[in-house]
């Protein structure tokens, strides 16, 4: 069997739900996959985010590369998955860039324990569940973690 790789979304969670939700997956490492790692929530804008982790003894690596263009993001706040995914697929994986990127992401997960992290609750109306797949064809599992156990 291979390796697991983990994605969350933030919304909905307090810092402090995401470090006990990936501590207790075992996770090791971070993978922010924003675009834009700003956020309107306390604590998860890179420079806050990158912090409590390390407080908490856990990694953080941002791959902006691996994030939604503005227009697949506009196409996830309208509930339209599907042009979402077109839109990061044509735009972000299926680019030159994005496969190198997409590498590195892969060579991380098998290093290390990995979380995926967006702001999306649900990971079938996020980039994340694309990039699981993408991951999943090189032999990872994924478990999608929502830190509701507290």
């Known amino acids: 069997m291979g390796n697991t ?3 969350i979304g933030y919304e909905g969670l307090a810092p402090e739900r995401l ?4 501590r207790e997956a075992g996770v090791a490492v971070l993978a922010d996959v924003r675009a834009v790692a700003n956020s ?3 604590g998860f804008s890179k420079t806050a985010l990158k912090a409590g982790l390390a407080e908490a003894d856990l990694g953080y690596e941002h791959f902006r ?3 939604t263009p503005k227009s697949g993001r506009k196409a996830a706040r309208a509930h339209d998955a599907g ?11 299926d680019t030159a860039d994005g496969g190198l990127a997409l590498d590195g992401l ?8 990995t979380c995926l992290l967006c702001f999306e609750r649900d990971p079938a109306r996020c980039h994340r569940r694309v990039l699981a797949e993408r991951l999943a064809d090189r032999g990872f599992a994924t478990v999608d973690l929502y830190g509701d156990f507290l």
């Open 19 to 22: 470090h006990a939700a990936l």
């Open 83 to 93: 042009l979402m995914r077109r839109i990061y697929c044509e735009e972000v994986l």
């Open 106 to 113: 892969a060579a991380l997960a098998a290093r290390a324990p």
């Open 65 to 67: 590369s691996l994030g």
């Open 40 to 42: 309107r929530k306390r």
């Open 5 to 7: 790789l983990f994605t």
